[in-house]
């Protein structure tokens, strides 16, 4: 069973940075593209940067330049992928909870990373 473990959120203030990491367990194939996603207080959870096997990205338009996703595939062997998301340039909107999941097949939520963005 695939399960997620987020991590790297904090308090930073406007035009900061921050980086975050997801640890997805019981991968068996190494070609899942990975995504992050984040949900505001009282908004519905959404898509946020995604990145295929191939290094290939997608961004929604809210953070394309500011933000940066990669991924390390390393220990897929062991059932284990690795993503990150830097964000830098920060703005008070960014504030979220932040997850990932397989854009393709998002299931077992993880517990998220609390960002929050403020003077």
């Known amino acids: 069973q695939v399960q997620f473990g987020e991590s790297g959120g904090g308090l930073v203030q406007p035009g900061g940075s921050l980086k975050l990491s997801c640890v997805a367990t019981?991968?068996?194939?190494?070609?899942?593209?990975m995504g992050w996603y984040r949900q505001a207080p009282g908004k519905q959870r959404d898509f946020v940067a995604s990145?295929?096997?191939?290094?290939?990205?997608?961004?929604?338009?809210?953070v394309k330049g500011r933000f940066t996703i990669s991924r390390d595939n390393s220990k897929w062997t062991n059932g284990e992928v690795t993503t990150y998301l830097e964000m830098n340039t920060l703005e008070p909107d960014d504030t979220a909870v932040y997850y990932c999941n397989r854009p393709l097949k998002q299931e077992n939520w993880g517990q998220g990373t609390q960002v929050t963005v403020s003077s």
């Open positions: 019981g991968i068996r194939f190494s070609g899942w593209t």
């Open positions: 990145i295929d096997v191939n290094g290939k990205t997608k961004y929604d338009d809210s």
